[in-house]
């Protein structure tokens, strides 16, 4: 196995508000001060992106800031919508494209995934790249066919030395909030396949450098088991990222892996 750093970053999704934000983030920035066996992050709402940002610096932190969401567009007349550089500003350094609930709530196309993802990724910033199959798709049998097309077309002109900064996140939809549970034998059939893919797409060297990362009610109870395999790059983390106490146990999880 390569030798790549797991990553754990929390997405706060549409939760907290000023104060609940500016607690959160100190809370886990005290309590994951002198932890480096993760690259770690975290994702709050856009508009306190600047408050996190200076809580982490305040605090001394390693903890990178992440966004959520991104327009693919530089500027222009995009009512509402956030540009890379607009990101970088503020001091993002990694962001997601593509989260399960963009695609299924917000009706985001695996075209629009891709132009977001290559913004990103040729603006400098890591990007992370979710992929998942819903329920109904994994009780037909369909679970590779949807992880493959999503890859392929999520990673349509990406340049080969952008991939370092490339992060698959796998998010089977159906154990995302609703109490069911991937096993650590489901998540690691599955990335086996996607650094599969990767390896045919750019080559097993290129391949090797990307981490794939799992994420799907990942908690201090099982994530342990869930990261345990090699083939587990570390999480994205959602409700257990809101309590700090919570947050921090799910990156400790990582310990073993560098």
């Known amino acids: 196995m390569a030798d790549r750093k797991p990553f754990v970053g929390g997405n706060w999704?549409?939760?907290t508000n000023r104060s609940s934000a500016s607690d959160l983030c100190r809370g886990v920035a005290d309590a994951l001060l002198r932890v480096d066996t993760a690259d770690i992050a975290v994702f709050p709402p856009f508009p306190y992106l600047l408050l996190v940002r200076s809580i982490l610096r305040d605090r001394g932190s390693s903890i990178r800031l992440g966004a959520q969401d991104v327009y693919s567009r530089p500027d222009g007349a995009y009512t509402g919508e956030v540009s890379v550089e607009m990101l970088k500003d503020c001091g993002v350094e990694v962001v997601i494209?593509?989260?399960?609930?963009r695609r299924h709530v917000l009706g985001e196309k695996d075209d629009l995934v891709n132009q977001k993802l290559r913004a990103v990724l040729e603006g400098g910033l890591w990007g992370i790249l979710c992929v998942g199959e819903r329920l109904e798709e994994r009780e037909a049998g369909h679970t590779d066919v949807v992880v493959q097309r999503?890859?392929?077309n999520g990673l349509t002109d990406i340049a080969g030395q952008h991939l370092?900064?490339?992060?698959?996140a796998y998010e089977p939809v159906w154990a995302i909030g609703t109490g069911k549970n991937a096993t650590p034998q489901d998540v690691v059939e599955v990335h086996t396949k996607i650094r599969g893919l990767l390896t045919g797409l750019f080559g097993a060297e290129n391949a090797a450098r990307v981490r794939i990362?799992?994420?799907?009610?990942?908690?201090?109870d099982n994530a342990g088991p869930l990261f345990a395999p090699p083939e587990v790059d570390g999480g994205l983390i959602g409700g257990a990222s809101l309590v700090a106490g919570d947050f921090a146990a799910v990156v400790r999880a990582t310990t073993r892996k560098h």
């Open 13 to 15: 999704k549409m939760n």
């Open 97 to 101: 494209c593509g989260h399960s609930e």
């Open 150 to 152: 999503q890859m392929k």
């Open 164 to 168: 370092a900064r490339l992060i698959v």
């Open 213 to 220: 990362i799992y994420g799907g009610s990942v908690k201090p």
